[in-house]
């Protein structure tokens, strides 16, 4: 996502690159002294990003800072910047500011590029001092190397203060063609979206990188065995380089995995997508609390604006707008009736070109017939994947404890690779001795395993009580 925050008079030089994910144009004419005034979001209207190549680890790169900020040595700009740093300070966004940073010469050390590097967001302040300067050049080439490099894990966002661009001719060759890269960025209009008030538009800039950093991947859980290797058999490279609107589905028993599946498919691909909303226990979430709180969820999720629904109807049709001209990522976890998939995702033309909606469920019949294109049936743990899960809950260590091999054999073929029974029983027989092993070993076999929540019951009855073990406080027993 790469925006541009400019002045009028750099106008005539840019050009608009429609496969981008942009805003719309910031003017800068002058920065007024900071006023105290409410704060409102601005909409950010926003163009289908350009297809990337895949990268599947690019959602788990770690990253050092959310901000970095280049920027000449002038004291209007650095007076902006100051203010910007204060409000990142004020809602936790962390941003590199060394203490010389603001005083910079024309001698760059190597912790800025690796500070570069090391961003989110890249945030480049257009000034006379910027463009005279050679450090400041080199670093905007760095910072647009690495957006071309890695697109996924770097976002810039270049502003333009009292300055025009059109002219400049600098004798190196690599920063002529900087500055003209980033010439044809488009940005957003400061008079348009806020009347000229610099607080207000220092406080949308923070808003809009809080929330994209509240945007990012989802924690899957821990000892993730067999994950990486069932979503890499499902091909997700064709849904990011598609222009049609793709419905697939998750299907399994309870405890099988079906929600870690959806948050790494959802990990991997919300960088490739204008939008995106993962929303986990739908059915559990309605029955609680309704439709309406839900489909706001989403729509909030997909426009970054508070929104106010009166009816699951408007909810609807509000829903249907704002996502028919955006390529969405939407995951449904945990559907199992029809009402949430009519009123959260009705049909295909809800979607902008290239969307992708993820279902997940226990119930196949009702994914085919919601219309569900492909459907993916979560296999089992095999053998040895089974043996690590259940030894890294029973000993928390990958392999078994030599005294116990064939007791934790026993195990992995009695649960028959099933995730969560695994975890379950891992958690509670760790600590215990073999002689207790096999006693509630005993206890189990005479009751097959024909649902996970019968399991979890058995493990909490009355005939355990004096061990005193509480599985929800030890293991995490949702469909993960």
């Known amino acids: 996502m790469v925006f541009l925050l400019l002045n009028k008079s750099l106008s005539h030089t840019l050009c608009i690159n429609k496969s981008l994910r942009v805003g719309v144009f910031v003017w800068m004419d002058r920065f007024?002294?900071?006023q105290s005034s409410e704060s409102k979001w601005i909409s950010l209207t926003t163009i289908a990003m350009a297809n990337s190549s895949f990268d599947q680890s690019a959602a788990n790169n770690k990253l050092?800072?959310?901000?970095?900020?280049?920027?000449?040595?002038?004291?209007?700009?650095?007076?902006?910047?100051?203010?910007?740093?204060s409000d990142f300070k004020r809602k936790g966004i962390h941003a590199f500011n060394e203490d010389n940073h603001l005083l910079k010469g024309e001698d760059r050390s190597p912790q800025i590029y690796?500070?570069?590097?090391q961003s989110r967001f890249l945030l480049v302040i257009f000034s006379k001092s910027f463009t005279s300067s050679p450090s400041c050049l080199n670093e905007l080439v760095k910072i647009l190397e690495c957006k071309n490099k890695n697109p996924e894990k770097h976002k810039i966002r270049i502003i333009s203060h009292n300055f025009k661009l059109n002219g400049i001719e600098p004798e190196v060759f690599e920063w002529k063609e900087a500055l003209t890269m980033a010439a044809k960025l488009p940005g957003w209009d400061l008079e348009d979206l806020v009347n000229g008030y610099e607080s207000k538009f220092i406080e949308m800039i923070s808003n809009h990188i809080f929330n994209?950093?509240?945007?990012?991947?989802?924690?899957?859980?821990e000892n993730l065995i067999g994950l990486h290797s069932r979503v890499d058999r499902m091909n997700l490279l064709e849904f990011t380089?598609?222009?049609?609107?793709?419905?697939?589905?998750?299907?399994?028993?309870?405890?099988?995995?079906?929600?870690?599946?959806?948050?790494?498919?959802?990990?991997?691909l919300y960088l490739?997508?204008?939008?995106?909303?993962?929303?986990?226990?739908?059915?559990?979430?309605?029955?609680?609390?309704g439709m309406i709180p839900l489909q706001r969820q989403v729509i909030e999720d997909i426009t970054k604006e508070e929104m106010k629904i009166r009816s699951v109807g408007e909810g609807s049709s509000v829903m249907k707008r704002v996502m028919g001209s955006k390529r969405v990522l939407l995951v449904l976890d945990g559907v199992d009736h029809l009402d949430p998939l009519e009123c959260l995702a009705g049909s295909r033309c809800w979607f902008g070109a290239g969307?992708?909606?993820?279902?997940?469920g226990k119930d196949r019949q009702l994914l085919v017939a919601h219309g569900v294109e492909k459907i993916y049936d979560v296999e089992v743990l095999d053998y040895d994947e089974g043996m690590e899960l259940f030894c890294l809950y029973a000993f928390k260590q990958k392999d078994p404890k030599e005294e116990f091999k064939w007791l934790c054999e026993r195990v992995v073929r009695y649960v028959k690779g099933h995730p969560l029974a695994l975890k379950v029983l891992g958690c509670f027989l760790f600590g215990k001795t073999v002689r207790e092993w096999e006693n509630?070993?005993?206890?189990?076999?005479?009751?097959?395993?024909?649902?996970i929540q019968v399991l979890i019951s058995r493990a909490n009855h009355s005939i355990f009580a004096t061990i005193n073990l509480n599985i929800t406080a030890n293991c995490d027993l949702r469909d993960n």
């Open 64 to 85: 050092s800072y959310d901000v970095f900020i280049s920027f000449g040595d002038d004291n209007i700009i650095k007076n902006f910047v100051n203010h910007l740093f």
């Open 32 to 34: 007024d002294p900071i």
């Open 272 to 289: 490739h997508f204008e939008s995106s909303s993962f929303c986990e226990d739908v059915d559990k979430f309605v029955k609680q609390n």
């Open 241 to 268: 380089e598609s222009n049609d609107v793709h419905m697939i589905g998750i299907y399994g028993s309870e405890g099988i995995g079906k929600t870690s599946i959806a948050k790494s498919i959802y990990n991997r």
């Open 440 to 451: 509630e070993l005993d206890q189990f076999r005479m009751y097959p395993i024909y649902d």
């Open 355 to 360: 969307s992708l909606i993820v279902v997940t």
């Open 212 to 221: 994209e950093l509240n945007n990012g991947p989802l924690h899957v859980g």
């Open 114 to 117: 690796t500070a570069i590097e």
